[in-house]
C-alpha cells in the first residue's frame, strides 16, 4: 500500500509565476491536510478538504493561495504569483473517513523562490 | 502565542546518553501525536497518546502522556546517530486538525 505522494518533491519559481503542489492519499484515505513548514519553524496548518468540500481553511493566505480535493485525481494546493515569502516546505497528509486525527504525512514539496 | 510549546529546542547528546523532549499545552489535550522529521524528509509517526496517564515505548523510545493530558515527554534511552533528528509534537484540541510544536532538533555525536 504506497503511503502519500507528493509532487513534485522540489520547485523552483521565479517571483510572480505560479506554483502547483500535488497531493495523492494514502488509498482508501478520503481527507486531505496540507501543511507549511518555514525554515526553523514547526508546520501549520493550512487547509483540510475531503473530496470536493473544502472542511476548514482557516490556515490559508487570504490571497494567492487556494486548494481543491477533486472527485478524482491528487489534491492540488495552488499560489498565485508566488513571492519569496512563500519559499518553504509544504506537507500534505491523508486520514481514513472518521479518524481525522490518524494523519499520514507525504515527504513534502519544497519550493524556493528566486 | 503558541498554543503547543516544545522544550528544549535543540538538543547535542553524545552517543549512549539519555534524553527528554517535553510538549506543554496551556489546553486539555484530547491526543497526542509525536512524529520525527529527518532532516529534508517528511514526518514519520511515531506514538499516538490519548488517555491521561498513558505510556507508550517502542524500541529504545519512550513517550508518556501526563494525568491532565496538558503534558507530555518523549525519553530516549541510550541515544544512537539514527535517533538525529527533529521531533514534532502534534495535538488533537478538539477540533478538526492537529496543532504542531515548533519542534526540537536532536543532533547525536559519537
Known amino acids: 500500500n504506497a503511503g502519500v505522494m507528493q509532487n513534485p518533491r522540489h520547485l523552483v519559481r521565479r517571483r510572480g509565476q505560479e506554483a502547483r503542489l500535488r497531493c495523492s492519499p494514502m488509498?482508501?484515505?478520503?481527507?486531505v491536510y496540507w501543511y507549511r513548514q518555514l525554515p526553523e519553524e514547526g508546520l501549520k496548518f493550512m487547509v483540510y478538504?475531503?473530496?470536493?468540500?473544502?472542511?476548514?481553511e482557516s490556515g490559508m493566505p487570504k490571497e494567492r493561495f487556494s486548494a481543491e480535493f477533486p472527485k478524482e485525481g491528487p489534491s492540488i494546493l495552488r499560489i498565485q504569483q508566488v513571492v519569496r515569502g512563500d519559499s518553504a516546505a509544504y506537507f500534505c497528509?491523508?486520514?481514513?473517513?472518521?479518524?481525522?486525527?490518524?494523519?499520514?504525512f507525504g515527504p513534502g514539496t519544497r519550493l524556493t523562490v528566486t | 502565542s503558541q498554543e503547543l510549546e516544545q522544550s528544549p529546542q535543540s538538543l547535542i547528546v553524545q552517543e549512549g546518553k539519555n534524553l527528554t523532549i517535553n510538549c506543554t499545552s496551556s489546553k486539555t489535550l484530547y491526543g497526542l501525536y509525536w512524529y520525527k522529521q529527518k532532516y529534508g524528509e517528511g514526518l514519520i509517526f511515531l506514538m499516538m497518546l490519548q488517555k491521561g496517564g498513558e505510556e507508550k515505548s517502542h524500541e529504545k523510545i519512550t513517550a508518556k502522556l501526563d494525568e491532565k493530558k496538558q503534558q507530555s515527554s518523549l525519553h530516549i534511552t541510550a541515544s544512537q546517530p539514527s535517533h538525529a533528528g527533529i521531533y514534532l509534537c502534534g495535538a488533537d484540541m478538539n477540533t478538526d486538525k492537529l496543532i504542531f510544536g515548533t519542534g526540537t532538533r536532536l543532533q547525536v555525536f559519537p
Open positions: 488509498k482508501g484515505h478520503s481527507h
Open positions: 478538504l475531503q473530496k470536493e468540500n473544502i472542511i476548514d
Open positions: 497528509a491523508s486520514s481514513p473517513q472518521g479518524v481525522p486525527y490518524e494523519q499520514y
